[in-house]
């Protein structure tokens, strides 16, 4: 049973637009939530994260909000540039267990 | 640049075989953890070390083994390779045992023929 789901496999959005990419979970007692991203050849690298205590987090062009009740986060990138073009992974934990990954969501900038 | 280094960058090998895929976590980190990642699905967790000491466990088969030296680097075993365990295998470290920011290597690719 998948704990934490990407149910969009891609994502293509225009160059200076706003690129919103979604996650649900289904375990309550995840209370940790982070965003990572992947370009092709490397590892995933950590992007913003943000604690249940919170429903916002905001780094620059970037913004999780979380909505506890509906068990759902989202990763707002503002404006777009084609250099956020990459994989993007949505991770879970509670405590001190591990993260749980999500599938991903391949996100495409157009110029 | 991570500060995580994985060692093989690239593997081919054949079924039967056994490979060992080596991992040096971030200066000051003392979490390692192995991941695995087949072909379009997320990440899965393997197993975590924090300190030499095995902490979690995921879905790692009985086929594989990992340990974390006292230097801190880590070593994936692989034994009686399978085609299914093509993949890209990451290591990531942390500074605590618990939840935080984990920092990924850039993968070892294995391909088993």
């Known amino acids: 049973d998948q704990q934490v789901k990407q149910n969009s496999p891609s994502l293509s959005v225009q160059e200076g637009r706003i690129s919103i990419l979604n996650c649900d979970y289904t375990?309550?007692?995840?209370?940790?939530f982070l965003w990572y991203k992947k370009y092709p050849a490397e590892g995933p690298t950590f992007l913003i994260s943000i604690s249940s205590i919170k429903d916002k987090n905001e780094d620059g062009r970037f913004t999780v909000f979380l909505n506890k009740s509906a068990k759902h986060l989202s990763l707002h990138i503002v404006p777009s540039q084609p250099g956020d073009s990459a994989v993007y992974f949505c991770a879970a934990s509670s405590g001190n267990t591990p993260l749980v990954f999500g599938k991903g969501t391949r996100l495409s900038v157009i110029a | 640049d991570s500060g995580v280094t994985q060692t093989p960058k690239h593997l081919i090998t054949a079924t039967g075989q056994r490979v060992t895929l080596r991992c040096s976590p971030r200066?000051?980190?003392?979490?390692v953890y192995w991941y695995q990642q087949s072909l379009d699905q997320g990440l899965q967790f393997l197993i975590q070390y924090y300190n030499g000491e095995e902490r979690a466990k995921g879905n790692i088969l009985e086929r594989f083994s990992a340990q974390q030296f006292p230097d801190l680097h880590s070593e994936l075993n692989l034994s009686s390779l399978e085609l299914g365990d093509s993949a890209l295998y990451f290591c990531a470290s942390s500074v605590v045992e618990g939840p935080d920011t984990q920092y990924f290597g850039p993968g070892t690719r294995l391909t088993v023929l």
């Open positions: 200066s000051g980190d003392l979490s």
């Open positions: 375990n309550s007692m995840f209370d940790y």
